[in-house]
């Protein structure tokens, strides 16, 4: 009877092993063809890569960045020279 449930338990394990490994094959063949239509549908738009979008991302953050601390900087001198021109006016 004992050996009847350890064949059982060992019959059920290797069920288990292969319906694991089946997942995982199966996961990683999802994530392979997902990679290859996103790449394939990229291409039929027209666009760039995703490390390519990043990159350019980052470079527009970088330059709004920029812009911004301009534009600040040009709206405090202008404000100080209002201040000049009404403290001068009075």
């Not at 490390?51 to 527009?60: E, G």
């Not at 600040?72 to 403290?87: M, Q």
């Amino acid at each position: 009877m004992a050996r009847k449930r350890r064949i059982r338990r060992e019959k059920e394990i290797i069920r288990k092993q292969r319906y694991h490994r089946r997942l995982k094959q199966e996961r990683e063949t999802l994530r392979q063809m997902e990679k290859t239509m996103t790449a394939r549908l990229l291409r039929m738009k027209g666009t760039k890569p995703l490390a390519q979008q990043t990159y350019d991302n980052a470079q527009l953050s970088r330059f709004n960045h920029v812009n911004w601390a301009l534009k600040d900087s040009a709206v405090r001198e202008r404000e100080e020279r209002l201040r000049a021109v009404k403290s001068s006016n009075v």
